[in-house]
Each structure stands twice: as C-alpha cells, then as structure tokens.
C-alpha cells in the first residue's frame, strides 16, 4: 500500500510562495495524487490532484516528476488565511479504494 | 459549502455504549468514506460505501459498521465504546470515476461529528 511522508510543519510569511514536497515511494501505476487543506474543526477541502507533469488551478499548482515517486504542492503568494494543514493523498483503487492519509504538514503564514 | 452534513456535531458517551453518526451526501454522489480523526494527527479511513455496498475497509475492527442508503445517506455505528474511540469523525461523499482509469474523485467532506467518550 503506498504511503505518504510529509514534512510536518513550515513557516512561511504573506506573500511568499510555499512548496510541500510529499514521497510516495509505492505508488500504483493507476494512482492519483490529491491535495486537501484542513483548517482547525474543519473536514478537508480538496486543493488539487494530478496524475504526472505539472497541473495548476485557480489555488495552487502541483508538480509530478516522471518516476512519480513523489509530488510537490506549490501554494503562490500565501496570506494567513492559508495557515493550515495540508495532506497528500494516493488513490489506491488496487486496495478497495482505501485512501490513505499522511500526517500532514503543518503551514503557518506569519505576517 | 461541501454540501455534506453530519449529525450531531458534537456527543458525549460513555465506555461501553453504542452511538450512531449520520451523514447526507452532497446530491448526486454515490460513494461515501468515514473517516477517524484523532486529535492532532490525519484522517484515518474507516470504510466505505459504493451503491450500497462496502467497497473498502481500514484497519477497524468489526464494532465498527456502516450503512449506505437507496437516497446514499449514510451511517457509522460504533458498539462497545472504547476511550480510544474520540475523535472526530468525519464523512466525505464523491461521485465514484472509476472508469476513469483509477481516479479517486474529489471527496467532499462533511464538519464532522466530535465524539467524547468518557
């Protein structure tokens, strides 16, 4: 089953750009990567997903290398509205659909 | 908005007992996944639902069941409450893509129901 290892937390001011990079090291050939942020007494809220290369939405942009062993979450020009946790996330249709959540990375945005 | 409630948001039990959490998709999704959220650490999956039927299950044991509605509502009931049981648990309902080669679709989660078990 793959697994997801995070950095568990970074500092970063307004304004700046913000890269959480995730390993997943056993990752299936079908598998996605999905990015959720989670606030304090919240339940997650999707950011992003990717399969390879590079994929950008309105919020952030994600980037796959080719050997998709691992993936990095770009958040553009953070505010401190964005201080949250972020978690990685592979699809593992292989498994019964059991999705797999790290431990998060911990995102504090200071002014 | 996700679209997702789940009731109650809040209970308090006490070891031993049995307690039942609700969960209303957000219309048109047929998948539905709970999920247990200990303090301070990540969504831990539970099981979850496909049309009815329980299409995956974590590392829960047996106490833990679930139900998925014809409407696609879903619950969760725990028996023989244990400490170890708070938490926050949480629902999160999708439109299952499958076909699409393997994709998860996006889940959307519920508040979450914070249980307390005393």
């Known amino acids: 089953l793959a697994k997801t290892t995070q950095p568990i937390s970074m500092d970063s001011y307004e304004g700046q750009e913000v890269n959480i990079t995730c390993s997943h090291n056993?990752?299936?050939?079908?598998?996605?990567i999905t990015w959720y942020q989670q606030f304090p007494s919240q339940g997650p809220r999707f950011i992003i997903q990717g399969y390879k290369t590079k994929v950008t939405n309105e919020v952030a942009s994600l980037f796959i290398p080719a050997d998709r062993k691992s993936s990095t979450l770009s958040l553009p020009r953070v505010s401190l509205s964005d201080t949250a946790v972020y978690y990685c996330l592979v699809g593992e249709e292989a498994a019964g659909n059991k999705l797999t959540f790290g431990g998060g990375t911990r995102v504090l945005v200071k002014p | 908005e996700t679209g997702v409630t789940q009731s109650p948001t809040h209970l308090i039990k006490t070891r031993g007992q049995q307690v039942t959490l609700r969960c209303s998709s957000q219309?048109?999704?047929?998948?539905v996944s709970w999920y247990q959220q200990a303090l301070g650490q990540g969504p831990q999956f539970i099981f979850q639902y496909y049309r009815e039927e329980e299409n995956g299950r974590g590392n829960f044991p047996p106490r833990f069941s679930g139900l998925q509605f014809p409407n696609y509502s879903s619950e969760l009931n725990v028996n023989a409450l244990e400490l170890d049981d708070s938490a926050l648990y949480l629902c999160a309902s999708s439109l299952d893509v499958r076909g699409a080669g393997g994709r998860t679709g996006e889940l959307f989660f519920g508040e979450g129901s914070r249980l307390t078990v005393l």
């Open positions: 219309s048109g999704h047929n998948t």
């Open positions: 056993n990752i299936a050939t079908n598998d996605y």
